[in-house]
């Protein structure tokens, strides 16, 4: 069956840490793969795009890495801050076909501590 | 910046009765999605809308679902007969065009049906 499961529900780490978020996915060829950002009760916001082709990605502090032969994404975000507490979302692209609908994980929920 | 909003924020219905919830995506972008996520789960793709017609659906979507752009700058989702496990958070999504990848979602409606 088809999966896609991010490391852990919960990730808490000190401030300036880097923290590292994991999405593995299974029986799935995604064209590419995005992380959005959601806080309690809102709308998922988008950070990131990281194409099949592409290994890395990087915007401010935040990094992306792709690996199709592992069917990995890492997402790290560098000199964390409590600001970044939130839940992160991995989203794939599955169909090739103009629609282009996401399939999300479940999120992981990351809490940096002062 | 260009935003997707969405209204009501919040809207409470009684089981059986009709909903419609409303979105005014980014300006000319030509795609369009609705999102649920029910309370502690994921965000789940139910539709996607194209050039007036729908594009692609999930099993989710069925005959109590159906969209419309009534005119230039609205988006919407209604449900004909409202059950209790509708009650989610109903996110709506605009993308750019056929090059464009990145989907950006609104807020959210929080639907509770009683």
């Known amino acids: 069956s088809q999966k896609i499961e991010q490391n852990s529900e919960a990730l808490n780490i000190q401030e300036g840490k880097t923290a590292t978020l994991t999405c593995n996915y299974t029986?799935?060829?995604?064209?590419?793969l995005q992380w959005y950002r959601q806080d309690p009760g809102r709308g998922p916001v988008f950070l990131l795009l990281i194409r099949e082709n592409e290994k890395e990605k990087r915007k401010e502090r935040l990094k992306v890495t792709f690996d199709t032969t592992l069917k990995q994404s890492l997402f790290h975000i560098t000199a964390s801050q409590p600001a970044d507490s939130a839940t992160y979302l991995c989203?794939?692209?599955?169909?090739?076909?103009?629609?282009?609908?996401?399939?999300f994980g479940s999120g992981t929920q990351l809490t940096v501590l002062p | 910046e260009p935003e997707v909003t969405q209204t009501p924020s919040h809207q409470v219905t009684q089981m059986g009765q009709e909903v419609i919830l409303r979105c005014v995506p980014i300006s000319n972008h030509l795609y369009f999605y609705w999102y649920r996520q029910i309370l502690g789960q994921k965000v789940e793709f139910l539709v996607s809308f194209y050039n007036n017609e729908i594009s692609e659906k999930s099993e989710i979507f069925d005959d109590q679902f159906s969209v419309e752009r009534p005119d230039g700058s609205n988006f919407t989702l209604k449900i004909r007969s409202t059950k209790l496990e509708d009650s989610a958070m109903y996110f709506c999504?605009?993308?750019?065009?056929?090059?464009?990848?990145?989907?950006?979602f609104g807020p959210g409606t929080r639907l509770t049906v009683l």
């Open positions: 989203a794939l692209l599955i169909s090739s076909g103009s629609a282009r609908q996401l399939t």
């Open positions: 999504a605009s993308r750019a065009d056929s090059r464009g990848d990145t989907q950006y």
């Open positions: 029986n799935y060829s995604p064209a590419y």
